[in-house]
């Protein structure tokens, strides 16, 4: 099982696109895409899931 879904819940939360959260975390819209989908069997690194949740937590992803 992978945590796509957690990714995608993440995402959810935070009110942004995908391509908007992979530009806030520093990784490529791609490799964003490959985390939030069901047939990758690799999950998201920690550093990814430590990142938007710091980013749900503390973040102003609405500001430029």
Known sequence: ??????V???IKQLGVSQ???ARLIG?????MR???SEKNTA???QPVLMA???????GNVNSN
């Open 19 to 21: 391509r908007e959260a």
């Open 27 to 31: 990784v490529h819209e791609r490799t």
């Open 52 to 58: 938007l949740t710091y980013l749900l937590e503390h």
């Open 43 to 45: 999950n998201a690194p």
């Open 8 to 10: 995608r819940w993440f």
């Open 1 to 6: 099982m992978t945590n796509a879904n957690e």
């Open 34 to 36: 490959g985390y939030c």
